[in-house]
């Protein structure tokens, strides 16, 4: 069964931080993308940093400029979760943020689209 399912949101102040985490289930960790978005209230879901991995030994990430230096994207194996530490963080990250898979190689990993797997999403809220 299909499930990824995510938890830490809250309400931290700015420059504050916070670890999202994403419990994937066994067939959805194996996927070779995956990935966090987030969402503000009236706006498009947006790229927020991916993780891939080519084989079961190497693996990449990459960021979107607004979080770089900032949001770090990891995984743990034995978990089987992906976490998204976010640190100096800032009133416009503000958003539901939401964790995602892809199975399919060679995607546009900056692309929601392209990943076909999605968790319920979990509220992040940065007050000044």
């Known amino acids: 069964q299909v499930r990824l399912t995510e938890s830490g949101g809250g309400s931290p102040q700015a420059g504050g931080s916070l670890r999202l985490s994403c419990l994937a289930s066994e067939s959805t960790y194996s996927s070779s993308y995956m990935a966090w978005f987030r969402q503000a209230p009236g706006s498009e879901r947006v790229w927020v940093a991916t993780l891939y991995r080519p084989n079961s030994r190497d693996y990449y990430t990459y960021y979107d400029a607004s979080v770089m230096g900032r949001f770090t994207i990891s995984q743990d194996n034995v978990k089987k979760t992906l976490y998204l530490q976010m640190n100096n963080l800032k009133p416009e990250d503000t958003a539901m943020y939401y964790c995602?898979?892809?199975?399919?190689?060679?995607?546009?990993?900056?692309?929601?689209?392209?990943?076909?797997?999605w968790g319920r999403g979990v509220q992040v809220t940065v007050s000044t």
């Open positions: 995602a898979a892809a199975s399919s190689p060679g995607i546009e990993y900056r692309v929601s689209n392209d990943y076909n797997f």
